[in-house]
């Protein structure tokens, strides 16, 4: 038994009058803005841009498991809601089958033939969306995503009312559906779910999951990633690796997280990032696209302006639009709101790790950015699979980063040793406005901040207590402390002694007996000389101890035998002991003579 969902059609018709031309309208289609659900947009009649043919291309080219990365606000929501209105076999409380056919009637897909419309309403789906997890603690991120999945429970609960499933299995499913069970039930219940649902329509379950790096995100930032990373980990592991009820699945996001994060073992897994070329049409607006929007609203003579402004993302080798500036532009035109363009993008969300990365980055990348603001370019080398406790590891993850989510185009690549680099440009106005106003300002914001005058005068006298509060300060607004090694602290500190003045600066240079981290000598010899060991503990109880480690160690290597040999009078030796945002350091003092 059908229920059938009635639907509008809002008919428009143009005429030409001279070279203008003339758009009567009944009714102008609503634009879609903010507006994720596909069913809705039909529904209410908003403006629809057709990327039904992203079902053509999953049946042909798809794998079992499909990851795509995209950049935020480029369609990844709207598209997996029209994936689950094609494929489900909805079912309502009543155990009715709703029929979605009237959908598509008209798409590219219907058109497309009989092969794909045989597909539409025969599989069970599970939909779940990720981004409710962006919570200020481990608990919370954890209860949002099991609300999430007990609403999936309580959508399908139709299959309590069968004889499909066993008592046991009833029992398990209203314990999770009634928040009845702990935390092993739901790393697991979409697996479960998936069984469940095989059992009551016999056909293998088809899995979208929306915005999947969202937690792992979030939970760097705030201080819980191994706790999010863990559960994550094997959600996904139950139901996209060991689901023998899986027909395939769909997993969209911004980043591509290594497999060895949360996709371990996963040999199924089919990635598709902006460097491919597969599916490059069905998130973000074409150019063929964005002239019939403009054209559909009577502003076609606009089109150089938004090609300009919106324009110049490449997803492989297609030309994309930002599809939200693009809507948002044509909305404001059309309504008189502006007669100029806006950077609707960057109000769309602050992007947490390109502010910690830049925060991060030495006056290299600034010059670089400069450089890419004024039209220039830069190479860099590119990795797919990123993990955010190693962001950073190396100043190239913040082109990555950058690269990945939007915020530059590659306009050609080369292949040398085993390693993808990339000509990275800007891709439109929008992103340059973004770069003039936002990135060079944190550049900016920093740059106030970090004034190394005391720090210097520190370490020139020996006073530990400036020396501390300079990096203490440093580190609780630019370093994320989690995963940090010993040689990510080193190469900070590098950093800030480039600056210093007078001194010839050395790094794990074979001194006395080893190798001291750091080591600086004096232009002047009656300057005092510098030596610096590096610990990194995992407790604050521990520093003190440490930090007397580095000193011990450096009298036990004999490092300042050297410096005395060349003939300086005094060696000024440094003991850094670091424990996540906090430093603290131990000094000693040798004389020659």
């Keep these: 038994m059908y229920r059938n969902h009635c639907f ?37 009649s908003f403006y629809y841009v057709d990327k039904t043919l992203l079902v053509k291309d999953l049946l042909e080219k798809g794998g079992e498991v499909n990851l795509f990365t995209r950049p935020r606000r480029f369609g990844k929501t709207l598209a997996l809601s029209m994936l689950r209105t094609f494929f489900e076999k909805e079912i309502d409380q009543d155990g009715i089958v709703i029929d979605n056919r009237h959908y598509f009637r008209g798409t590219k897909i219907e058109q497309a033939g009989r092969p794909y419309i045989a597909h539409m309403g025969q599989y069970p789906v599970i939909s779940l969306s990720l981004k409710s997890a962006k919570q200020p603690d481990f608990t919370m991120a954890y209860e949002s995503l099991v609300d999430e999945i007990i609403k999936e429970y309580n959508r399908h609960r139709y299959v309590l009312e069968s004889g499909f499933l066993t008592e046991l299995y009833r029992e398990k499913y209203i314990g999770i559906m009634n928040h009845k069970v702990g935390p092993i039930a739901y790393a697991k219940s979409l697996a479960f779910l998936s069984e469940c649902l095989k059992a009551y329509h016999q056909k293998n379950v088809i899995i979208l999951l929306d915005e999947y790096d969202v937690p792992l995100e979030n939970s760097y930032f705030r201080g819980f990633y191994d706790e999010m990373i863990d559960f994550i980990r094997s959600l996904f592991e139950s139901a996209l690796k060991t689901n023998d009820a899986l027909e395939f699945a769909v997993v969209t996001g911004c980043l591509r997280i290594s497999r060895e994060s949360i996709f371990t073992g996963l040999n199924n897994l089919k990635m598709v990032s902006i460097l491919d070329e597969s599916f490059a049409e069905f998130f973000g607006f074409t150019p063929q696209e964005v002239q019939k929007t403009l054209d559909d609203y009577g502003i076609r003579d606009r089109e150089e302006e938004v090609k300009q402004w919106y324009d110049g993302y490449l997803f492989g080798h297609t030309e994309v639009y930002n599809p939200w500036s693009v809507i948002n532009y044509v909305e404001d035109i059309i309504s008189q709101n502006t007669e100029y363009p806006k950077p609707y993008w960057s109000n769309t969300s602050s992007n947490s790790i390109v502010r910690e990365l830049v925060d991060g980055a030495d006056d290299s990348v600034k010059t670089e950015i400069e450089q890419l603001i004024a039209g220039g370019s830069v190479e860099k080398p590119v990795h797919e699979e990123i993990t955010y406790g190693e962001m950073h590891k190396s100043q190239d993850n913040l082109w ?49 901040d970090y004034n190394p005058t005391a720090f210097y005068e520190g370490m020139r006298t020996g006073d530990c207590e400036k020396i501390e509060e300079f990096i203490n300060h440093q580190l609780s607004g630019s370093i994320s402390y989690f995963d940090s090694a010993e040689n990510f602290y080193h190469g900070y500190l590098l950093g800030i002694l480039g600056g210093i003045g007078g001194y010839q600066i050395y790094s794990n240079r074979e001194q006395g007996n080893g190798r001291p981290d750091l ?6 010899p009656r300057v005092a000389a510098i030596i610096i060991e590096i610990k990194r503990v995992q407790k604050f109880s521990q520093m003190e101890a440490g930090c007397e480690q580095a000193l011990q160690q450096m009298e036990e290597k004999n490092y300042a035998a050297k410096l005395l040999d060349e003939g300086y009078k005094t060696i000024f030796q440094y003991g850094f002991c670091f424990c996540k945002k ?12």
Excluded at 413 to 442: C, G, K, M, Q, V
Excluded at 519 to 524: F, G, S, T
């Design 8 to 44: 509008s059609i809002i008919l428009t018709c143009d005429r030409i009058v001279g070279n203008e031309r003339e758009v009567s309208v009944m009714q102008k289609k609503p634009l879609p803005i903010g507006i994720e659900f596909y069913k809705k947009i039909i529904d209410k």
């Design 400 to 448: 990555n980063f950058l690269f990945f989510t939007g915020y530059l185009k590659a306009v050609s690549r080369r292949f040398a040793s085993d390693t993808i680099y990339l000509t990275l440009t800007l891709p439109n106005d929008e992103i340059r406005y973004i770069y003039r106003n936002t990135i060079r300002e944190w550049f900016e914001e920093r740059k106030k």
């Design 519 to 524: 080591a600086l000598e004096p232009h002047n």
């Design 582 to 593: 906090s430093c603290m350091v131990k000094f000693s003092k040798l004389e020659n003579g």
